[in-house]
């Protein structure tokens, strides 16, 4: 029997349930049937399907705008936080911030929204924590693309109750040195590939970051170190080393402008450079309408999301996308990841007067 979700509860409370049920990427299985039960016995009006572990739910009502709600369902790997706990004005527990609050949120107001103003979609995916191949999002896109048409997407991550428009780009390349391996006692005979990178690096630390206004957003930029490779033994000069530098862009410059960006500044030195992962930003799109009714419902509370999101995934279709989700951004996958349950209510109420009209 899948665990027993109460759709109607506090949101709250259905936050702690849905934390309580364990589901790291690639093992959503549990939770997501917990999530399809529910629906089904609880969502009126709403046809319901399941892809792999995602849920899919949706109403046919004739409205003449439709909103999709988004979240994922996975969570980083558990740090002795679950079960959750509620100490003060929090309640504990991996997953509560990124982003199970926002996905109780969503649930909720399926069931309990009676007479909406808008149709609703609700995507509830699976491995949105790992690699861009195994995204449900994009399994979704692929097989059942129809699902995702909609007029603004609402993603639910985390955004402190502020709606967090558009996102960065974000840009991985692997920076390789090569020399000549030697013993360490005669390390003239070699040529260190360690110690070339030590230009790099310092090209790094001088790194005047980007700081781009967009619709109102403000947007900072930033080219970082974060793995370095190399070595052979305590007494070998290496012959090969890298470094892997993560480049989050403002949505203003496409992939390839943002790679071009990033050859320039390593232009000159003894090295090679690699692309092995990036994925575009989102423009903030508030300018449509159905973005803009929402931006009023929550009062202008509007900031530029720093972090790479699945809104990225709709704005290539075309579909304005904002955040907006209860939790700390800067909580997420922490030992002591929280949310503030007030964030929790205050998001509610702000996407059912939305929703319901």
Request: net charge negative.
């Amino acid at each position: 029997m899948p665990d027993a979700l109460d759709l109607s509860a506090d949101p709250i409370a259905l936050t702690a349930a849905l934390v309580d049920i364990p589901s790291e990427s690639r093992d959503e299985a549990r939770i997501a049937d917990a999530v399809e039960a529910a629906l089904r016995e609880q969502a009126a009006g709403f046809e319901v399907i399941r892809n792999g572990d995602a849920v899919l739910a949706r109403t046919h009502l004739g409205r003449p705008s439709r909103v999709l709600l988004a979240g994922h369902l996975d969570t980083v790997p558990i740090a002795d936080n679950v079960p959750s706990r509620v100490d003060g004005d929090h309640l504990f527990g991996c997953g509560t911030s990124d982003m199970k609050s926002g996905d109780a949120v969503f649930l909720h107001l399926a069931a309990t929204v009676a007479d909406p103003v808008h149709d609703i979609t609700l995507v509830m995916y699976d491995c949105e924590e790992i690699e861009a191949s195994a995204n449900g999002l994009g399994r979704i896109e692929r097989e059942l693309p129809d699902w995702l048409a909609a007029d603004v997407a609402i993603l639910g991550e985390p955004s402190g109750g502020y709606i967090e428009a558009g996102c960065q780009g974000t840009l991985r390349v692997v920076i390789s040195a090569t020399g000549t391996r030697a013993h360490s006692a005669r390390s003239w005979l070699g040529d260190n590939a360690i110690h070339k990178l030590g230009a790099v690096l310092d090209r790094l630390a001088g790194y005047d970051a980007r700081i781009v206004d967009i619709d109102g957003c403000t947007y900072r930029e930033g080219l970082s170190a974060v793995r370095i490779d190399g070595g052979v033994a305590g007494n070998v000069i290496p012959d090969a080393a890298s470094v892997t530098v993560n480049f989050r862009f403002a949505p203003d410059r496409s992939p390839q402008a943002a790679l071009d960006h990033v050859r320039e500044v390593f232009d000159g030195l003894d090295v090679t450079l690699e692309q092995t992962d990036v994925a575009a930003g989102a423009l903030p799109g508030l300018h449509h309408p159905a973005a803009a009714a929402l931006v009023d419902a929550a009062d202008g509370m509007v900031r530029a999301k720093y972090g790479w999101t699945d809104v990225a995934r709709f704005a290539a279709l075309g579909i304005p996308a904002v955040n907006y989700g209860p939790g700390d951004p800067n909580l997420a996958h922490k030992r002591d990841e929280r949310v503030a349950v007030a964030q929790i209510t205050s998001v509610t109420q702000v996407l059912r007067a939305y929703l319901g009209g």
